[in-house]
């Protein structure tokens, strides 16, 4: 036997699905869809016991798709905002809430989006699961306690409706496989293009995943016959499979303006800064119930996979270890966006969590005479499954709640706020990366953007809205210089006296430049977070107009109308 040969044996020799005598132990039909529904509403219930989500970016999304839905009808936005190339790879999430926002409201449209968002995720990677074993394992179904992911607290909600249409795209690859050719490509191509315009990363992760499916099966076909002329089906598959990306790619380089942006990458290749997305999925903010709901089922399909119990889909499995690869090699930055090799930690998770399959002892496929000792395996896994989600979603329920009515007495300082208005936001908090294993943040809920929420409410101007050329569906076009030097990003910092002082130097420019451009009756606040009224230096061009623990708002005056800060009025 010559090497090749020995090596086809062994590829053959791995674990492949099966679907003989496992339907006494796998919920299928009627009873599958019961069980993600019961799933999909225990690990729902956070967002529907609060009115407002405590995610990073996220009140830039619904205030950006906001304007894009009133723009037309209102003279506050026509004037400050303009509409931009949609032909961007990071606009699908703003679309859906642009169609939703008349229908529902913008701030339902927004928890609408996150619910679908959800359930994309849940349901693809069982199907990629289904596709891949041939019937429906607990394992993929832990992805419920990922819905709320680090990924999707920080607001990317592109990447995350990214991620979920992935997770669908190769399930469905890879099912039509063995259906129809032509289907198969065509599904792939909107499959491709869908991702394309929700994240370029995750388009990027797609083609890496459908690449390295169908050079595992060229590479098993050529084990099989080292004949070169049999490796022309295989070569022209893999030819006829990247078609599906040729769309995208051509609308990227032609008709982007993102393709216009330096990529400037920024590489960080410390050990903690690789694996720490991995222990950082779940980033809810406490870190003894996020270590405990992540360490508790690695540990348990750990066991089971030294105990022959749990197998690894080999293919799949080289599909999660290409995008780990991947995960090491990226930049930490690019493009202007933020975590991109963290961000594929999530992709790997799910995708190793769909190639999960209950096996007999030994890691054999369960035969007819081992179904009972699986069939136990598997009804471990139904519960663990159950309690794990049952404790995220009870974990996550009280946050958020508590989270929500800060959220209120914010809420309700910015619905004072005249219509029109311009909203400057600043904190006194760090921005918080996280430093620590289990949580990205100790603040929260963060308060980074959640001005933005008067725009929403109360047809305000907040600058760090993330609208800028090239990036973003809309441009803010401010009329005053020194404002659109705020928009570029981060919100102001109010932790040193000069801080202070730079920021009273902008409100005044701010209100002079404003009032120069004929705009003298546009009132301008400053939102600030976590600054007592008392903290405020004196001598700064601010009114106090409503002082609370977390929110202080002023209104900015002109120079030689300035009142001690500390005066709380009305």
């Known amino acids: 036997m010559n090497m090749t040969s020995r090596m086809a044996a062994r590829f053959d020799a791995l674990p492949l699905p099966s679907v003989r005598t496992e339907r006494a132990a796998a919920p299928t039909g009627a009873v599958a869809v019961l069980v993600l529904a019961a799933l999909a509403a225990i690990s729902l219930l956070p967002l529907l016991l609060v009115s407002t989500l405590p995610f990073f970016d996220y009140p830039n999304h ?46 339902a449209a927004g928890k609408a989006l996150v619910a679908a968002i959800c359930l994309l995720t849940l349901t693809g990677t069982a199907a990629l699961g289904r596709a891949t074993t041939g019937r429906l394992h607990p394992w993929p179904l832990l992805a419920a306690i990922l819905l709320f ?51 370029l990363v995750a388009f990027g992760l797609f083609a890496a995943a459908v690449a390295v499916w169908e050079l595992a099966a060229a590479a098993r076909a050529w084990m099989g016959d080292p004949d070169p002329r049999a490796w022309r089906p295989a070569l022209l598959r893999l030819a006829t499979s990247a078609t599906i990306f040729a769309p995208p790619t051509v609308l990227y380089f032609a008709l982007s303006p993102l393709r216009g942006l330096p990529g400037a990458p920024l590489f960080n290749f410390t050990l903690f800064e690789k694996v720490v997305p991995f222990t950082r999925l779940l980033s809810s903010g406490n870190a003894f119930a996020d270590a405990s709901l992540l360490l508790a089922p690695a540990g348990l399909i750990a066991f089971l996979v030294w105990k022959g119990r749990v197998a690894l889909h080999p293919r ?22 933020f975590f991109v090799d963290a961000r594929v930690a999530l992709a790997v ?20 005479s081992e179904a009972g000792a699986a069939g136990r395996t598997d009804r471990l896994g139904w519960a663990a499954l159950g309690v794990l989600v049952a404790l995220r979603a009870a974990s996550l329920s009280a946050q958020w709640m508590q989270a929500d009515r800060e959220y209120r007495e914010v809420l309700a300082v910015l619905d004072a706020i005249p219509r029109g208005s311009v909203v400057v936001s600043a904190t ?24 933005s929420y008067a725009t929403v409410r109360r047809e305000a101007i907040v600058p760090a809205i993330f609208a800028k050329p090239g990036q973003n569906p809309l441009v803010l076009t401010p009329r005053s210089r020194s404002l659109g030097a705020i928009a570029l990003g981060p919100i102001p910092r109010l932790t040193f006296d000069r801080e202070f002082w730079r920021l009273g130097r902008r409100a005044a420019a701010i209100r002079a430049e404003l009032d120069h451009a004929g705009r003298s009756d546009q009132p301008i606040y400053v939102a600030a977070f976590h600054v007592p009224c008392e903290e405020l230096r004196p001598n700064l061009p601010l009114r106090a107009v409503s002082c609370g623990e977390v929110l202080s708002l002023f209104k900015v005056e002109r120079r030689g109308r300035t009142r001690p800060v500390w005066v709380h009025e009305d």
């Open 428 to 451: 006194a908090a760090p921005f918080e990366y996280g430093t620590g294993w289990f949580w990205t943040r100790e603040k929260n809920p963060p308060h980074e953007h959640t001005a």
């Open 62 to 107: 619904l205030s950006r798709a906001h304007v894009l839905a009133n723009i037309a009808r209102s003279a506050t936005f026509s004037d400050w905002f303009d509409p931009a190339s949609f032909l961007i790879p990071n606009i699908s999430a703003d679309v859906i809430l642009v169609l939703l926002s008349p229908l529902l409201g913008t701030e």
């Open 349 to 368: 998770t799910l995708v190793l969590l769909a190639s999960l399959e209950t096996t007999a002892p030994g890691g054999r496929p369960k035969e007819e």
């Open 149 to 199: 992911n680090e990924m999707l607290l920080w607001g990317f909600l592109n990447y995350a409706l990214g991620l979920a249409l992935l997770l669908w795209g190769l399930a469905a690859w890879i099912a039509l496989a063995t259906r129809s050719r032509t289907l198969q490509l065509a599904a792939g191509a909107v499959f491709a293009l869908a991702i394309f315009f929700s994240h």
């Open 316 to 337: 799949l499995g080289l599909v999660a270890a290409a995008l780990w690869f991947l995960q090491i090699i990226l930049p930490y930055s690019a493009l202007h966006s």
